[in-house]
């Protein structure tokens, strides 16, 4: 089922214009709404409302969803002045404006969705709505077991304290490979947790994005969202993440 809000909304998300030109065409008087000229730009829908601009009936958008298993070297943003990489020249023959859900950095590797749906990605922007992501970080040199445990109970950086949520070794041969999961979303958060512990993070790679893994999708390519996989995507934003419980204190009785 589709929420369509206000009219002027419903028009921008449908791809007729923006929602400022939304605004005038309905003061114009072309639109209609179950047949009736309607001049109210917030007016609400109905699911069932059958919505006319100059007598021609406007379909909502269908919402796409995309995991992209993104290459080194490709850029998260729509566009390049200095014409490199962008994600946008995978999904070429896709006619909808897709956006990536969040951003990983132009080397790191990995799993990221792509969508038309709007309201998921302004969401993210709130921290509240925060993910689990899990990444496998490659270093210039072993990760010691006490690093371990100060990524669990957190890392003062200059935007406050860090910490991941789950950390290991990825191999029993190398300790230069570690498997991490992580809610945080902010900018450069796995590179600035190495580099305040003295490492430097030669490989970045998002091996999971909010329970979707990379099974059976190859570097460079992408597949379509499952109905299933979408809706929980959707729960899992629409549920705000509480902080965790701080444990109890000790009584000590002397
Ligand atoms: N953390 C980083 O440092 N880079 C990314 O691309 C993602 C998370």
Not at 9 to 19: I, Y
Request: charged share 30%; with cysteine; proline share 4%.
């Amino acid at each position: 089922m589709t929420t369509k809000n206000s009219l002027s909304k419903f028009l921008a998300q449908s791809g007729v214009c923006s929602r400022r030109a939304a605004t005038d065409l309905i003061k114009s008087g072309v639109v209609k709404v179950n047949g009736k000229v309607v001049l109210e730009p917030f007016h609400p829908l109905a699911d069932d409302d059958s919505i006319k601009v100059n007598n021609k009936r406007i379909l909502p958008e269908q919402k796409l969803y995309f995991l992209f298993n993104k290459p080194k070297d490709v850029l998260c943003t729509l566009s390049d002045t200095k014409d490199r990489n962008t994600i946008t020249a995978f999904f070429r023959n896709i006619p909808e404006r897709l956006y990536p859900i969040g951003r990983l950095d132009r080397n790191t590797t990995g799993l990221i969705v792509m969508t038309n749906d709007g309201d998921l990605t302004q969401k993210l922007a709130h921290p509240k709505f925060n993910i689990a992501k899990t990444y496998q970080v490659t270093t210039h040199k072993p990760v010691t077991d006490e690093h371990l445990e100060k990524l669990l109970k957190g890392i003062k950086l200059e935007d406050g304290y860090m910490k991941v949520d789950s950390i290991r070794h990825t191999s029993l041969h190398s300790k230069h490979i570690v498997t991490l999961t992580i809610h945080s979303g902010k900018k450069h958060i796995i590179k600035r947790l190495f580099k305040e512990l003295r490492y430097f993070v030669e490989k970045l790679d998002r091996i999971s994005f909010a329970g979707l893994t990379k099974k059976g999708l190859e570097v460079g390519f992408f597949r379509a969202l499952t109905d299933k996989e979408v809706e929980k995507l959707k729960k899992d934003f629409s549920e705000e993440k509480k902080p965790a419980a701080k444990p109890a204190l000790k009584k000590i009785v002397a």
